[in-house]
């Protein structure tokens, strides 16, 4: 089966940094787009960053730019989130998704069950 599991989340103080790792299987990791969103409690899932394909081409949200950095081993199947400088509002679960829209295999969206990353003095 197709599987998404996220490590490496924590506790951190703030100004410290973190390495998210998400290893995946059962799909043809190269051809999706990956992605890390985050849902802190009581707020809305948000996009943090995204690297497609061969990870040429990447995005960032404005909150996490110059701080956060992923990116991705295809011959591992595994993507990353280099967080630096974390700030207490980084505080939230952080989910890896998988997308694509092949005409081939067809539209396709994965998810994993989360990691807990706590910013905290």
């Known amino acids: 089966q197709v599987q998404l599991v996220e490590s490496g989340g924590g506790l951190v103080q703030p100004g410290g940094s973190l390495r998210l790792s998400c290893a995946a299987s059962?799909?043809?990791?190269?051809?999706?787009?990956m992605s890390w969103y985050r849902q802190a409690p009581g707020k809305e899932r948000e996009l943090v960053a995204t690297?497609?394909?061969?990870?040429?081409?990447?995005n960032y949200a404005d909150s996490v730019k110059g701080r956060f950095t992923i990116t991705r081993d295809n011959a591992k199947n595994i993507m990353y989130l280099q967080m630096n400088s974390l700030k207490p509002e980084d505080t939230a679960v952080y989910y890896c998704?998988?997308?694509?829209?092949?005409?081939?295999?067809?539209?396709?969206?994965?998810w994993g069950q989360g990691t807990q990353v706590t910013v905290s003095s």
């Open positions: 998704n998988a997308k694509t829209r092949s005409p081939v295999v067809g539209p396709r969206d994965y």
């Open positions: 059962g799909f043809t990791f190269s051809r999706y787009t």
């Open positions: 690297t497609i394909n061969t990870g040429g081409s990447t």
